[in-house]
Nanobody, 114 residues
Framework: QVQLAESGGGLVQAGGSLRLSCAAS????????MGWYRQAPGKQREVVAF???????NYVDSVRGRFSISRGHAINTVYLQMNSLKPEDTAIYYC????????WGQGTQVTVSS
């Protein structure tokens, strides 16, 4: 089975920064793109950023210029640097392949206060 572990979330004031980390147990990211998803209360889970095996990065418009996704030295690690955080970024953040595997980790809570 797939094991995914997210960390680095927390409470931060608007304008602050957080760096999220993800580690996967297998080789899920060896061929697929690596992505970060988020789910806010009452909303569907959406992908906000992903990086392909070739290193191309993609972002949704709402985070472009503020968030940066990167790969770790190991194939099973991925990071999300989040700057200039806004209250609208408040959500549980998950990592997974793109497209996602059916198994998800616990996620990490990001809360941005006004």
């Amino acid at each position: 089975q797939v094991q995914l572990a997210e960390s680095g979330g927390g409470l931060v004031q608007a304008g602050g920064s957080l760096r999220l980390s993800c580690a996967a147990s297998g080789t899920i990211f060896s061929r697929n793109a690596m992505g970060w998803y988020r789910q806010a209360p009452g909303k569907q889970r959406e992908v906000v950023a992903f990086i392909t095996s070739g290193g191309t990065t993609n972002y949704v418009d709402s985070v472009r210029g503020r968030f940066s996704i990167s790969r770790g030295h190991a194939i099973n690690t991925v990071y999300l640097q989040m700057n200039s955080l806004k209250p609208e970024d408040t959500a549980i953040y998950y990592c997974n392949s793109v497209p996602p595997a059916t198994s998800w980790g616990q996620g990490t809570q990001v809360t941005v206060s006004s």
